[in-house]
């Protein structure tokens, strides 16, 4: 779809918005209400058509998380790794990878311009009024490229009530936080503004971490009809990321190649690795206009920065003159977006939503490792270690409508499609050598989306959606194409046909040998292997059935069955050099992947004071490249426990957490391709069980708590070649005035 059809959609939406009567001084009767875009009937208010998992403040308290990341361990069809070898904190839904979700700050995309991955352990619990998860089928206002699931944070309001808190809590590890919050109102402006500081000496052997985060939120209130909201948000850490240790013999092991978003190739046999500093900010404009009591109107504005400088000791230089020395790796990325969206009521069992939104992405990456090489009149080579810089550069446009309908007082739907224009060029020295190459393509993809919710009785409800998604590679996939789909996971090739037993000629380099070859698969078919010169965006059809059902003694349960198709699945792979050695890391598509499994998720008053709740899920995702389950996603985790709230200020906490076993290289957080190195040893790492807990108790405006996780000191592993870090037990402490 090109341009001129881009435009005629946003007049078509622009015309049909303007039939609505505007507002003026006399028809306004009060403020925007927010929380009503889903316009259903009395009986199903609360049943979204869109199945929605919803922590609130409440609970995340309760359990005792320090960020996001450990408020959604709990969700069931959800994985939260920290294993990652950029140390970042992920969430993966469904087998997906990190890639595969998106994460919103009161409606705010975070977009990582570097590798797609937003680490959830920079959003402190301290700062968040709920969250929301939305697994698979996501509606199209939250965008295509989401084919895992959405998460939704909503920040603490901004309050017309002074208040101020301080928390101050230490732990295991020497780990230290001080937190502070105040919030009120001058005149038309309310402000919550939070400073949060968390040091550690970590569990082993360099994990030291220090973090500093700070946000703010202003409320203004322009007049009857209109306010604006300012988000602001800024965290730096520095922090050490825990080598691997052979398990038998205690022994560092070294990462035999890392890789830059740009660069490929860096820190070969690398360790220590360290963010000195890293840093993410975000800023953004919420405009809210109410032109009717049928139509309200929102402008959003955000910009969103990560800045990063990763060290490491590593090598540069091929296997002859291999040089071991401190590598620094610089990398800067803008994402700034704009979203224009429209709320119009066209009746009382119809809403509408149609927007659009446009973002722009800039990444510069600097790295001293990429080397020059020389060679003199007699042949002699000189490797040099030089800089290098490369750019990378992302456009999206979009048209999104979104409608949500109710048909009669039982049945609410849903449905929505979102068309995007994507442009996307770089220049970069992506091979780890001192030649730039240059990369560009362009896209135009349209998908629909839709869910539904049928009250079958006033107990039972029968839920269900369907979505088509589209994600077009990051900076580190578009540019590292050329990986083999067909050779891993094998043990038999040959070098003829295995039909006509014609040989193949001999070729050069390695690569080219390896495409030419046929390798039996463990099915007992022989398939040739497919090289990738051009990375093809993943496609997904994600499909959910659930019920829901609510007991008469109290208990309420929701099973929900999902089907996941995938096609182009994108999967990293090490390639090998000239020399057979590990070499560059690489990107394939492979052909198709489906994945499947089911959720349950329950919550059981057993009094007044006392809430049970639990949650079960299974996932098969299996990987037909490696053979085996994708890395770091278990086939099978459950927690269940309880919360009570006693009227005397006692509070307390009790969980039982499984998970099951899963496969792990130490990857870089992306499941599906683990981004190591090829001959790394797939660790099987064991299931395990873990009891966490924590008891409050609030005196006056004092509330004192204690908080252990892995209470009973179950040994486990969070990843391939990592220690286990064992019981932790923390002790706080929050003043309110």
């Not at 890391?585 to 007044?608: A, R, T």
Request: aromatic residues 12%; negative net charge; charged residues 20%.
């Amino acid at each position: 779809m090109n341009k001129s059809k881009l435009a005629v959609i946003a007049s078509c939406l622009l015309v049909y918005s303007g039939f609505m009567p505007t507002a003026s001084a006399e028809e306004a009767t009060g403020d925007v209400d927010v929380e009503e875009v889903v316009v259903t009937a009395d009986k199903i208010k609360e049943l979204p058509p869109a199945k929605v998992t919803v922590i609130n403040a409440e609970q995340i308290q309760a359990q005792g998380a320090r960020n996001a990341a450990e408020a959604l361990k709990d969700v069931p069809g959800v994985t939260v790794s920290s294993n990652s070898a950029q140390g970042k904190a992920l969430a993966m839904f469904r087998g997906s990878d990190a890639e595969n979700t998106r994460v919103f700050v009161d409606g705010v995309p975070l977009s990582s311009v570097v590798d797609g991955k937003v680490d959830l352990s920079t959003i402190a619990a301290e700062n968040i009024e709920k969250i929301e998860v939305i697994k698979g089928a996501a509606p199209v206002m939250y965008g295509i490229n989401a084919p895992g699931g959405v998460i939704l944070i909503t920040t603490k309001k901004a309050s017309s009530t002074s208040g101020s808190s301080v928390t101050v809590t230490t732990g295991s590890h020497r780990d230290q936080s001080l937190a502070a919050s105040t919030s009120g109102r001058i005149g038309s402006l309310s402000y919550l503004l939070n400073v949060k500081r968390e040091r550690t000496d970590g569990y082993t052997a360099h994990s030291q971490g220090d973090e500093n985060h700070y946000n703010a939120k202003f409320d203004f209130d322009l007049n009857r009809f209109s306010s604006l909201t300012i988000l602001s948000s800024y965290t730096v850490k520095r922090n050490q990321i825990p080598n691997r240790i052979d398990p038998e013999t205690g022994e560092i092991i070294a990462i035999k190649n890392s890789t830059g978003p740009t660069q490929s190739g860096l820190f070969r046999n690398g360790h220590d690795f360290e963010y000195m500093p890293w840093r993410s900010k975000y800023l953004a404009a919420i405009y809210d206009r109410k032109l009717s009591d049928n139509n309200n109107l929102s402008l959003k504005l955000y910009r969103t920065n990560e800045y990063s400088i990763l060290k490491g000791y590593g090598t540069y230089g091929n296997w002859e003159t291999a040089h071991s020395t401190w590598i620094y790796e610089k990398s800067d990325g803008w994402v700034d977006g704009l979203e224009l969206q429209d709320t119009i009521k066209t009746g009382q069992d119809n809403t509408i939503i149609w927007g659009f939104n446009h973002e722009s992405r800039s990444h510069k990456e600097w790295t001293n490792e990429v080397v020059t090489t020389t060679t003199d009149s007699q042949g002699n080579k000189t490797y040099t270690q030089s800089n290098a810089t490369s750019t990378y550069r992302y456009t999206n446009r979009s048209l999104y409508l979104q409608d949500n309908l109710n048909l009669g007082p039982k049945l609410a739907v849903s449905f929505g499609i979102r068309h995007e224009q994507l442009n996307a060029n770089g220049d970069t020295h992506h091979y780890g050598d001192a030649e730039k190459q240059y990369f560009s393509d362009k896209d135009s993809p349209t998908k629909p989306e839709a869910s539904f919710s049928y009250a079958m009785t006033n107990r039972t409800t029968l839920h269900g959606s369907f979505s088509e998604t589209y994600r077009y590679p990051n900076v580190t996939e578009a540019l590292h194409p050329g990986g083999v789909y067909g050779a891993f996971g094998t043990q038999y090739w040959l070098d003829a046909n295995p039909i006509t037993g014609e040989p193949y000629p001999y070729y050069y380099p390695w690569d080219r040998i390896l495409s030419e070859e046929w390798y039996l698969w463990p099915d007992g078919t022989w398939h040739q292997t497919t090289t990738s010169d051009h990375l093809l965006p993943e496609e997904a059809i994600n499909r959910e059935i659930g019920l829901t059902h609510t007991f008469p003694f109290g208990l309420k349960l929701d099973c929900t069955y999902f089907r996941k198709n995938i096609t182009n699945m994108i999967k990293g792979q090490e390639n090998l050099d000239d020399a057979g050695n590990q070499g560059d890391l690489l990107y394939y598509n492979i052909p198709y992947v489906q994945m499947h499994g089911f959720e349950i998720e329950g919550s059981y008053p057993i009094g007044k004071q006392v809430k049970g709740f639990l949650s079960y899920s299974y996932t098969n995702a299996w990987d037909p490249a490696a053979w085996r389950q994708v890395s770091d996603i278990p086939y099978r985790k459950y927690s269940f426990g309880f919360i009570y709230t006693g009227k005397n200020g006692l509070n307390a906490y009790l969980s039982l957490n499984y998970l099951g076993s899963y496969y792990s290289v130490y990857s870089t957080g992306n499941g599906n391709g683990s981004g190591d190195f090829r001959t790394a040893t797939t660790w099987t790492v064991p299931a395990h069980r873990t009891v966490d807990m924590k008891v409050s108790k609030e005196i006056a405006n004092r509330e004192y708590y204690i908080k252990a996780t892995n209470l009973l000191d179950k040994k486990f592993y969070q990843g391939a070649y990592l220690l286990a870090p064992g019981r932790y037990i923390e002790v706080g402490q929050t003043l309110k005035f």
